[in-house]
């Protein structure tokens, strides 16, 4: 029921791409790419999947993004992509973020909403945030940099 991916995200027109999506595992070698496996997946292509997931982590950068179209709006990408494909409630973020305090707020939320099936989505993000900005009294993570760019969008649970 959860579906997280720790990846990299590009935005439309980032790096050439004429769309948001996520950056997989690329083919070995050129020859071995096909329109199945490019080693990127497009909102498009998520927009086609069939999920019934209770929650999708976006942990990359950028992956509240909009899908690029003049004037769009925010969550217009990727996260309308996952919630077209059947997901009811997404972890995104709004801007770059920052790869081990990424890792360590996810992580976290994933336990605090395993630990306590009355925690909601919202408030196991809250908590990890919370525990993130007190870890080992190192006040470095007390910085909205490294959690203020998450957010728990759909369903809080």
């Not at 409630?89 to 996810?106: P, R, Y």
């Not at 630990?115 to 900005?133: C, P, Q, T, Y």
């Not at 909205?144 to 998450?150: D, G, L, N, Q, V």
Request: hydrophobic fraction near 40%.
């Amino acid at each position: 029921q959860v579906l997280a991916f720790a990846t990299h995200a590009l935005i439309t027109n980032q790096k050439g791409v004429p769309e948001p999506g996520l950056v997989l595992t690329p083919p070995k070698t050129q020859q071995d790419s096909n329109d199945f496996d490019d080693g990127f997946l497009s909102a498009s292509e998520v927009a086609q999947l069939k999920l019934n997931a209770d929650w999708v982590i976006l942990s990359a950068c950028n992956t509240a993004s909009d899908d690029g179209t003049l004037g769009a709006e925010g969550l217009s990408g990727l996260a309308k992509a996952f919630f077209y494909a059947g997901s009811r409630s997404l972890l995104v973020s709004h801007w770059s973020v920052e790869s081990s305090s990424s890792v360590k707020l996810t992580t976290r939320m994933i336990k605090e909403a395993a630990n306590d099936n009355k925690v909601g989505h919202a408030e196991a993000l809250k908590r990890s945030i919370m525990h993130l900005m007190m870890e080992d009294k190192k006040t470095v993570y007390a910085h909205p940099m490294f959690w203020a760019p998450f957010s728990i969008v759909g369903e809080g649970k």
